[in-house]
Every structure is written in structure tokens, then in C-alpha cells.
């Protein structure tokens, strides 16, 4: 272990910063931490490169090609590929006018609009892309109708996308999180795991302690519930409730003349869920599948890659399928849109098998983790990890501009730094670390505030387009909401830190009603301003 441990992951940050180009960025930290392990041999840097990139792909444990496509890192990839698709086959389809026609018959004001855009955002909770995407789509015309403001809706799709999909057991985050804490050194086999659990496992007991998340969720519903407005976003639904869209009611009209009905809507994602729910269920050795296992253990036993690719493909099919039956698509626009899709997810398919590139070389050529535990074990004291972790990954995001990316780098360092810090002997069973659970979480709640008010990520530039936003007015709107989140948050992870016995029942309480009364408390101070003003 040395100084130069960190010249890698430094040097991600930095470049990704400068140039906003995370893949290459990654890849000049993969070349930079394969020169240091190899002490500048140019033929051993590319050895030790290629290594690490088929172990990260595990194909290099594959004995035929099904067996290569079916392991757990590459059906991760695949997975992806296919939501990419079937998130493209939804939008390019007649889908979001049916629900736009069948809203008709329950929104009648304001708040129903508004709550309709939860519900749907629930609904398609199971990417990030498809939810920022397809609500803004659908939800426009319908909030034009009923005078919300674009920056209102843009926040409400932004802000239950990512932080919904990082929760969510069967989303494209989980797939990819669980990813990430395989290549961290999870694993339920020994071998060259640092820790032994499931890791769909770990990733489910992390749920409760995502605090960002999930304190930003009932944030949303409670602002839109209470009719809760402040801020620039007061000005902005100040201004919208002087005016209907007239072009907005024209728009519905017309298009509630096309043929289509609310089941194209709905089998896109039933067929989905009920795919990953049998997957789930047959690969965990669930009784009414032949095996012994209870519903909990055979989900919690599950082969999570392999269920949520089998799922994705048989939803992309059915789906595809159902659309040329009913001629919204024919054979010829199949081609396209299986590009468009896979073109969708490709940068997030790059940046992941490169970071698990990257991850490999830190944790077990230079160690960084335990370096870096080294370090800060005798001047930060253990109960701050997590808010420390929170902090950073929030402060990371910022600088590379990718959430998958940040908890890609973050994650395998702060297990490698957990380990180190506790002197524990490895392997060892996953849950005797201690703040283990609380620091992962930390790290995806991080990414997550990052992709939710920076103005570059992903997410926020599709949430600002499909409502038809200004981009900057959006990221200004959503801002001063984010904030109570953010510091409740900080204080939960301070308490889960300080208090870890009591579970995340606490901190998440203590956050969740934190964050409600800092929300209130900013909502009267703007209506007294305002007062004062007048």
C-alpha cells in the first residue's frame, strides 16, 4: 500500500471533471493504476489490463458461450440492453396516449394531475430512463390541462425516477448495484470474496437506510398532497395558473382519436414484473416450482441476473409482439427501434464494464481501500463513516457526473476501507461488519442527490425535455426542494452512525420528519417575504 493507491481514482475524478467524458476518463484511470501495479511495465500494463477486464466480465469462468452469456456480470449487461429496448419500444409506441385517455375519467383538478404523475412514476419505477421519459410524455398535455407548471412537473419527474428505481428490487439500478457489490468483493461462495452474503441480499437490507431516496419520495407526495409550494417554483405555478395551453387541449383531442386503449399501456410492465416475479421465484427453489424453499427465501435466494434478463427478454418480446399485432409498429420499424434502444443503454453498459475494470485493479493490485482506511482510521472517528461517505459520494457526482459511475469507484473502496478499519479476517460473513449496511446505502444515496439536481445528469435532461422545460430553470426549481432532503438526510446518516443497534427505523424516521418540517418551515418563511415584499 502507498500514496499512489490514490493517484487512480483521483485521476477519474479530475479528468471526468474537466473533460465530462466519464469512459474515457476510466480508461485513463485503468491505464494509470495498471502502470503503477506493474511498476511502468508497458507489457505487464496490458496483460494485467486484459485480465482484469475478462475477470470483470467473468469470462474468463465460462466453459461454452452459454455459460459466458448467463453469468452473473454479462446477464447484467444484457439486461440493460433489453430495457433499453422495451423502454424505447414504450415510447415510440400509441402507450402514453392511452393513458392520457384514460386519466380522463378520474383527474379532474390540480392535485389528481399531480398525484396521477406519482402513481405513473411508481408504475414505471423500473428504469430510470423509461420513467423520466414516458411521464414527462404522457403527463404534459394532461398538466397543461390543469395549469401546472412545466418546472412543477419536470421535478416531479425527476425526482421519481432515479431515487425510485435505486429502491425498487427490480429496476435496472438494482441490477446494476448488485453488479457492483459482486465485483466489491461480495460474494456467497469463498474464493476471492472479501465478504460471503448474497448480494441481492446486501442490496435489499440497504433499502431502508437509502435515505435520500426514500426521504425524498414522501417529500414529493407530501408537497403535492399539502399543495406545498416556495421559491421559484411558487413564481413558476404563479405564472402557469394565468393561462391554459389552449395548443395543449388540441393536442388531447387529436390524439384521443387514435386507436388505443389502456391495456397498451399496462402489458409492457405487467408482463415485466411478472416475469421478474416468476424468475425470481423458479431460481430460488420456490415449493410450486419443485423446490423447498419459502416465497421469502426463494426470492431472497434468487438468481437475480439471470431472472431479470429472462424477464426483460421475454417483456421485450411479448411486448413487440403485441404492438405489431395491433399495427402500431411493422416487422420494418423493428430494426430501429432494437438500434435506438440498445444505443440508449450502451454508455451505461461501457461505463460499467469499465468501472469493474477499474474496481479490480484498486482492490486487489493497489489496495486502495485499505490504504485510505489507513489513513483516516485514527483522526475520523467510526460512528461519522457514513455521513462522511455521504458527503464525499455526494461531492464525487459532482465532479464526474455520473451516478452509476460514482458508485461504481466508491463502493469496492469503502468495503475494502470498512474491512481494513475493523482488522476483520477475510472472508467473513457480510453482515459482521459493522455501519456496513448504512455506508453502502450512503454511497447510493449520494449518487442519487447527485443525478437529482445536478443540471448534466441523465435523468435531469430527459425530465426537463419530455415536459418541455428550460433546463436551467429546472435545475433552479428543484434545487431549493432538494435541499431539506439533503440535510435531513446528513442527519440520518449521522444517527445510524451513532446509534447502528436501533436499525434504520430511526434514522429514517428522524429524517423523514426532519425533512417535512424544514419543507414547511421554508414554505412560511417565503409566504412571510412574500408578505413583506407586498
Known amino acids: 500500500m502507498s500514496p499512489l493507491s490514490l493517484v487512480p481514482p483521483l485521476a477519474v475524478f479530475i479528468i471526468g471533471f474537466i473533460t465530462r467524458r466519464m469512459r474515457f ?5 485503468i491505464v494509470i493504476g495498471a502502470l503503477i501495479s506493474t511498476q511502468v511495465d508497458l507489457l505487464m500494463s496490458v496483460q494485467l489490463v486484459l485480465h482484469h477486464f475478462m475477470h470483470a466480465l467473468e469470462l474468463d469462468q465460462g466453459e461454452s458461450i452459454t455459460s459466458v452469456i448467463l453469468n452473473d456480470r454479462m446477464s447484467i449487461l444484457i439486461c440493460l440492453i433489453f430495457f433499453g429496448i422495451l423502454t ?20 379532474s ?23 423520466a421519459i414516458v411521464v414527462g410524455s404522457v403527463m404534459r398535455p394532461i398538466a397543461d390541462r390543469f395549469s401546472i407548471a412545466r418546472a412543477k412537473l419536470a421535478y416531479l419527474c425527476n425526482s421519481l425516477s432515479s431515487p425510485m428505481a435505486a429502491v425498487i428490487p ?45 426521504v425524498l419520495i414522501v417529500s414529493v407526495i407530501f408537497i403535492v398532497r399539502k399543495n406545498v409550494s416556495f421559491s421559484l417554483m411558487k413564481q413558476c405555478e404563479v405564472e402557469a395558473s394565468s393561462h391554459v395551453s389552449s395548443k395543449a387541449l ?14 397498451d399501456f399496462t402489458l409492457p410492465i405487467a408482463s415485466l414484473l411478472t416475469g421478474i416475479l416468476l424468475g425470481f421465484l423458479y431460481s430460488g427453489g420456490y415449493t410450486l416450482f419443485g423446490g423447498e424453499a419459502t416465497f421469502v427465501q426463494a426470492i431472497l435466494s434468487a438468481k437475480v441476473s439471470q431472472s431479470l434478463l429472462m424477464a426483460t427478454l421475454a417483456a421485450t418480446v411479448i411486448s413487440l409482439a403485441y404492438y405489431l399485432a395491433r399495427g402500431t409498429y411493422t416487422l420494418r420499424d423493428c430494426p430501429g427501434l432494437i438500434v435506438r434502444g440498445s444505443l440508449l443503454m450502451i454508455s451505461a453498459i461501457l461505463m460499467l464494464a469499465l468501472t469493474w475494470t477499474l474496481t479490480g485493479l484498486l482492490k486487489d493490485e493497489l489496495h486502495t481501500g485499505a490504504y485510505i482506511a489507513s489513513l483516516i482510521g485514527s483522526w475520523i472517528p467510526f460512528v461519522l463513516l457514513p455521513l462522511i461517505v455521504f458527503w464525499l459520494t455526494c461531492g464525487g457526482f459532482f465532479l464526474i457526473g455520473s451516478a452509476w459511475g460514482t458508485m461504481a469507484i466508491l463502493m469496492p ?32 444515496s449520494g449518487s442519487v442527490f447527485g443525478n437529482h439536481v445536478s443540471l448534466i445528469s441523465d435523468t435531469s ?7 418541455n422545460c428550460n433546463t436551467l430553470e429546472h435545475f433552479k426549481t428543484k434545487f431549493m426542494y432538494a435541499l431539506p ?7 440520518g446518516f449521522l444517527i445510524a452512525g451513532i446509534y447502528p443497534e436501533g436499525g434504520a427505523i430511526l434514522p429514517l424516521s428522524v429524517a423523514m420528519a426532519t425533512a417535512i418540517a424544514f419543507t414547511m418551515a421554508w414554505q412560511q418563511i417565503a409566504n412571510r417575504q412574500e408578505a413583506f415584499s407586498l
Not at 383531442?253 to 391495456?263: D, I, P, Q, V
Request: net charge negative; with cysteine.
Open 250 to 263: 388540441c393536442q388531447n383531442e387529436s390524439e384521443g382519436e387514435l386507436n388505443t386503449s389502456a391495456f
Open 25 to 29: 476518463a476510466l480508461l485513463v484511470g
Open 170 to 214: 427490480f429496476s435496472s439500478w438494482s441490477a446494476a448495484i448488485v453488479g457492483i457489490l459482486m465485483e466489491s468483493g461480495i460474494s456467497e461462495h469463498g474464493g476471492e470474496a472479501v465478504l460471503i452474503g448474497s448480494p441481492y441480499g446486501v442490496f435489499l437490507n440497504m433499502i431502508p437506510y437509502t435515505l435520500y431516496s426514500l
Open 88 to 107: 424505447e419500444i414504450i415510447c415510440e409506441s400509441n402507450a402514453a396516449v392511452a393513458f392520457q385517455n384514460y386519466s380522463r375519467s378520474f383527474v
Open 485 to 491: 432532503v439533503f440535510t435531513s438526510s446528513s442527519l
Open 109 to 131: 383538478d390540480k392535485r389528481s394531475a399531480e398525484t396521477s404523475c406519482i402513481l405513473l412514476s411508481f408504475l414505471l419505477c423500473i428504469d430510470d430512463y423509461l420513467s
Open 413 to 444: 473502496i469503502v468495503v475494502s476501507m470498512l474491512v481494513a478499519m475493523n482488522d476483520s479476517l477475510v472472508p467473513q460473513d457480510v453482515f459482521a461488519v459493522p455501519l456496513l449496511l448504512p455506508t453502502l446505502a450512503a454511497v447510493v
Open 461 to 467: 435532461l430527459m425530465a426537463s425535455t419530455s415536459t
